[in-house]
Nanobody
C-alpha cells in the first residue's frame, strides 16, 4: 500500500522559512511525478508546486515562484518543499501527492492526475 507522510510544518513568523518533507513508501516514487498542494481553512485545495519523476522539470503556482523550491531525492523516496519569505497568506495545510503515470514527460498541476495523497502538515504564518 502506498503511503505518503509529510512533516516539517509549524508556526513561523512572516518572512521566515520552513522545509517540508514527504516520505513515500509502497511505491517506487522515483518513477512518478510528485506535487505539493495546500488547502486553507474555508478554501478549496490548490496546486503549489510539482516536479517530474526525473527531477528535471518543475512548475510553481505564480504566487510562490521565487520563494518556494520543490526538489526530490529518489534514493530516499523523499520530496521536499523549501519555503522562504513566508507570508500569512501561505497559511494552509500542505499535502504531497504522487501522480499516477509512470515517467510522464511533463509536469502536471491538476489534482485529478494525482492518485495518492498524504495526510498533510499544517503551516501557519503569523504576521
Amino acid at each position: 500500500q502506498v503511503q505518503l507522510v509529510e512533516s516539517g510544518g509549524g508556526l513561523v513568523q512572516a518572512g521566515g522559512s520552513l522545509r517540508l518533507s514527504c516520505v513515500a513508501s509502497g511505491r517506487t516514487v522515483s518513477n512518478y511525478g510528485m506535487g505539493w498542494f495546500r488547502q486553507a481553512r474555508g478554501k478549496e485545495r490548490e496546486f503549489v508546486a510539482a516536479i517530474s519523476w526525473s527531477g528535471d522539470s518543475t512548475y510553481y503556482k505564480d504566487s510562490v515562484k521565487g520563494r518556494f523550491t520543490i526538489s526530490r531525492d529518489n534514493a530516499k523516496s523523499t520530496v521536499y518543499l523549501q519555503m522562504n519569505s513566508l507570508k500569512p497568506e501561505d497559511t494552509a495545510r500542505y499535502y504531497c501527492a504522487s501522480e499516477g503515470t509512470v515517467h510522464r514527460s511533463i509536469v502536471v498541476t491538476a489534482a485529478g492526475f494525482y492518485d495518492y495523497w498524504g495526510q498533510g502538515t499544517q503551516v501557519t504564518v503569523s504576521s
